[in-house]
């Protein structure tokens, strides 16, 4: 977990340490198909309040859906 924190690093700012995970409330979730969604986790640079980084905690889940091309 360290590791991870350690490649984040704010782009608008640089800070690469003063950071909060917070994650989407409510329904705001990520929809892949009818079935699956998954709640959106952000990273959230606490100097200057960009957002660093989305992300789902789970992409293995998702990994049937995953597109055949990239438009
Ligand atoms: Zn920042």
Redesign the pocket.
């Known amino acids: 977990m360290e590791m991870e924190l350690l490649r984040c690093k704010?782009q608008?700012?640089?800070?690469s340490h003063n950071f909060v995970e917070a994650v989407q409330e409510g329904y705001a979730r990520v929809s892949y198909s009818a079935f699956g969604s998954q709640p959106l986790y952000h990273l959230i640079?606490l100097?200057?309040?960009?957002v660093?980084r989305s992300y789902i905690k789970k992409p293995e889940k998702a990994q049937k859906h995953k597109l055949s091309e990239c438009y």
Do not use: A, I, P, R
């Not at 608008?12 to 800070?15: I, S």
């Not at 100097?47 to 960009?50: A, E, I, L, N, W």
């Open positions: 704010c608008f700012c640089g800070n640079c100097d200057c309040g960009s660093v």
